[in-house]
């Protein structure tokens, strides 16, 4: 994720003022605020139409705050988090370590503080974005494995050859139908399961 590009930004703060900040600032960085909000309830009806790059929330508002919200809306889409607030509470941080919340500004805001935030909050997020992929694809790899070794143990048993013939005789398989080797294992178990079933009546 480049974090340089235009963003599409939804905004939420029950203070006029700090709306019309926003409206007047953000373009004026490059980006687009396509929703605004003066309650957490708004932001997150705004967010499911609008489909934001990024969240700058205020911490307080008249129906909760912007943490719960924030929390919402990441439950349907994931999408980073900059918080803004005037109060420094202890509780606050401590609520703030959520994932999706990658920045956090006290008020009053500037500019330049506002420009940096968005862009450090992109850059973390493309990290996290990267390592959730990664560990997603680790995972799959290895319950790929785990899946292949229950099918090479399949064939030794039935067919009575040592480990490397039986992954022969699935790779050879997935070559000849032209598919994977996790798909191929995934059927021999399948069907192993079934004359297991057959095998006990």
């Known amino acids: 994720m480049n974090p340089e590009r235009p963003l599409r930004i939804a905004v939420a703060d029950d203070e006029p003022d700090m709306r019309l900040f926003f409206r ?3 373009p ?5 605020v396509v929703a605004e909000a003066a309650t957490g309830k708004e932001l997150v009806e705004r967010c499911r139409g609008a489909c934001p790059d990024l969240v700058v929330t205020d911490v307080r508002m008249p129906d909760g705050d912007g943490l719960q919200a924030a929390a919402e809306v990441n439950r349907e889409v994931q999408v980073p988090v900059i918080l803004i607030t005037a109060h420094h509470d202890v509780d606050v941080l401590d609520r703030a370590g959520e994932s999706y919340i990658m920045a956090y500004l006290a008020k009053p805001v500037k500019p330049v503080d506002l420009q940096a935030a968005v862009r450090l909050a ?10 959730r992929q990664e560990a997603a694809g680790l995972r799959q ?3 790929d494995r785990k899946l292949i070794e229950r099918a090479k143990g399949i064939l030794m048993k039935r067919l009575g050859v040592g480990e490397e013939e039986a992954f022969r ?4 398989t997935a070559s ?6 996790v798909e191929v294992a995934r059927q021999l178990i399948e069907a192993e399961g079934t004359f297991v079933r057959f095998d006990g009546v």
């Open 28 to 32: 004026r960085l490059g980006h687009e």
């Open 122 to 131: 992109m850059l973390r997020f493309g990290h996290f974005q990267a390592l």
């Open 176 to 181: 000849v139908q032209n598919r994977k080797l």
């Open 169 to 172: 005789r699935l790779r050879s």
């Open 24 to 26: 007047e600032v953000l």
């Open 141 to 143: 790899a290895l319950d």
